[in-house]
């Protein structure tokens, strides 16, 4: 007994590495860049040695898996492959490889959550059926585990860039009327917030890159959009194109589209304070009210079980 449940704690320490040599570190770019800043840059350190070594076995795990994670998907359904693409690219997630890795690591979940499931049936005795049943539902929730991650990754990053956009617009305002020309604000303002507000400010990065490589500008802010997934983003969009388009003022397009988001931004905040109250309802009920009932009720209830206990004319 004691070897099975050694092999099912090695099956979940591997599942846990491969989840570990997946899982993206933000911090080591950004490590990276202060070492060149200060003059060590051409120092190998530790981190850049675990980023390696991480790097290396995701991708042999990618490469040997890739084949048939990716193979039935591209053949049959490119739609499919193009919406998963955008909706990684949403997540944050925008190299050439981000859909591969995310389909093999489908795969490999699957299969390691399917081994860990037949361990533990083994180690059971479970009749047949039950083990084939749990076998099955272990597998089917290994495959869905990477689709809740990038979905929850993406509500995310699209909450941090929906915050950022009024105060991103107001430094755009005053970056126009001050002078400067829209791809300039765009690459003043992604410097000046990439502090407060880094996806955000990731986002205009990636808008003056692409226009400095040949793109137009509203085809550059059209990709904004859609890697950004809001509705906001897209009306911004359609607000600058259609400013430049009949020769409006850009900076008052801007400014008013600012005022609204920031209104909406505290209609939000004041629908979710509204809902507090009712979320408070079921932690009040279930735990709050039965401690209060015997706090005031306890005393009370004790001294008249002891008075008909003592008194049994009473009963």
């Known amino acids: 007994m004691m070897m099975y449940y050694l092999l099912g704690a090695m099956v979940v320490v591997s599942i846990v590495l491969v989840v570990y040599a997946f899982w993206p570190n933000q911090g080591q770019d950004d490590e990276a860049i202060k070492r060149r800043m200060s003059g060590h840059g051409s120092q190998s350190s530790v981190a850049e040695l675990r980023r390696q070594a991480k790097e290396s076995v995701a991708k042999r795990v990618v490469d040997s898996v890739a084949p048939i994670a990716v193979r039935q998907s591209t053949t049959e359904n490119l739609e499919e492959m193009s919406k998963l693409r955008i909706k990684l690219a949403t997540a ?47 597998a089917g929730a290994g495959f869905l585990a990477p689709n809740l991650w990038l979905s929850s990754a993406a509500s995310k990053r699209k909450q941090e860039i929906r915050m950022g956009l009024p105060d991103t617009l107001d430094m755009l305002v005053i970056s126009v009327e001050a002078g400067l020309g829209l791809d300039a604000a765009f690459q ?51 607000i600058i194109n259609q400013a430049e388009r009949f020769g409006t003022s850009i900076a008052r397009a801007l400014r008013n589209q600012s005022d609204a988001l920031r209104v909406k931004r505290r209609q939000a905040a004041e629908e979710r304070a509204q809902k507090t109250a009712v979320k408070l309802m079921a932690p009040l009920i279930l735990f709050i009210f039965p401690a209060i009932l015997v706090v005031l009720a306890g005393p009370a209830a004790l001294k008249m079980i002891e008075t008909l206990s003592k008194t049994p004319g009473l009963l």
Do not use: C, Y
């Not at 000046?192 to 986002?203: D, G, V, Y």
């Not at 808008?207 to 950004?228: D, K």
């Open 92 to 138: 944050g997630l925008r190299d050439e490889t981000s859909v591969t890795r995310f389909l093999a690591s489908k795969t490999i979940i699957a299969v390691l959550l399917a081994i860990a499931a037949a361990v533990f049936v083994w180690a059971k005795g479970l009749p047949f059926q039950n083990a084939i049943g749990i076998v099955m539902i272990a």
């Open 188 to 238: 003043r303002v992604g410097d000046e917030m990439r502090k407060i507000h880094p996806t955000l400010a990731e986002e205009l990065q990636l808008v003056t890159m692409e226009t400095q490589m040949g793109i137009p500008r509203s085809e550059a802010l059209s990709n904004f959009g859609t890697r950004s997934g809001l509705d906001e983003a897209r009306s911004l969009v359609a």
